[in-house]
């Protein structure tokens, strides 16, 4: 848990401006109690670093971010999807039940057959969403970088990986 706490206490007060030069704060929501958490727990299959997330925060605002609260969190095929990009496409966390390592972030290309890893965990994703949005003013989503496709980001290279596997992305 330290990790995650760490992170969240050093982020919380961080700002930036997003596209339209408004400023983007990080909101950090009540923990669950003790109880929600279990409840959690005994119905969603969570990593342990999701768990911690839980033990600090109910979801957040992360930027211009918003991170999922416990009650709508989906378990879909061994991911849990935790942030939309309002268009059908998620980022989520691998469980015990995926393919993929454990506490992986992915990004969910509509479905659980089209995922693609963006990060090694819930930690390293959200510090690479922190360093994105503070520098281009908001988190990318892959289909910009058909636009932009010299830029970099978290998901810049979810195209060429979907294209790879046979895939494409759904707008």
Not at 63 to 87: C, K, M, P
Not at 124 to 145: F, N, R, T
Request: with cysteine; charged share 25%.
């Amino acid at each position: 848990m330290i990790r995650i706490e760490e992170l969240l206490e050093r982020i919380s007060d961080l700002t930036a401006e997003d596209q339209d030069e408004f400023e983007v704060t990080v909101q950090l929501q009540d923990p669950l109690s003790a109880d929600e958490l279990k409840s959690l727990i005994d119905n969603i299959p969570l990593p342990q670093e999701l768990c911690d997330f839980y033990a600090v925060t109910n979801g957040m605002d992360l930027l211009s971010a918003e991170l999922f609260d416990a009650d709508s969190l989906q378990y879909v095929q061994g991911f849990i999807t935790f942030h939309s990009f309002g268009n059908g496409d998620f980022t989520c966390i691998a469980t015990k039940k995926s393919e993929y390592p454990e506490g992986s972030v992915l990004f969910m290309n509509h479905c659980p057959d089209s995922v693609v890893q963006v990060a090694d965990s819930l930690y390293d994703w959200m510090e690479k969403v922190v360093a994105e949005i503070q520098s281009k003013g908001g988190l990318l989503h892959p289909a910009d970088y058909y636009r932009h496709p010299d830029e970099q980001g978290v998901y810049s290279h979810v195209l060429n990986e979907l294209k790879s596997k046979g895939d494409e992305l759904h707008s």
